[in-house]
């Protein structure tokens, strides 16, 4: 199971950036806000899907939650795609000649964006339990999670030093 995680959250982080300089900034800026709007949209509906319908029983109610997460963005993921090409169609922008550029960053936040989601939701699913342990452990997790200021890059460069010097926990 951490092996899953660990290599869907490397294909998101790498996939994104690189359609974002093969196709450009608008694809996959349209793409980002189809999985902006889709990471909100599980973020929202997973708590009233757990109440009426708890895919495991006498677990805590963050977990799941965290499954119906994973269960509604995942599939709403692969949406994002088809839906925004769709809508670059109509927003034919051009950057010129930053457009690789551009697309490459675009790529990346929404690369972050799509990890956060779906890594909180595998920390919710897992909590209270020797995944969750691992999962922290993951390099990716627990750098990802990381870099959301100033602050954060700084404790990013901190962590990975100390990984470097102190190997697996």
Known sequence: MILFIDITAWVILLSLPLFGIRRGSTAVLCIGIYVLVFSIL??????????????????KDEVNIGWWQLVLFLPLLALSFPLGLYMNRFL?????PFEEILGLLIGLAVGFVAIRTLLAAVSMCASASDLHLAVNQLFLVRQTVALDSLHGMQQWFSNLSRATELGPP
């Open 92 to 96: 034919v922008y051009t950057f010129e």
């Open 42 to 59: 599980s973020a929202v509906a997973a708590p009233i899907l757990a109440n009426s319908l708890p895919p495991l029983a006498g677990v």
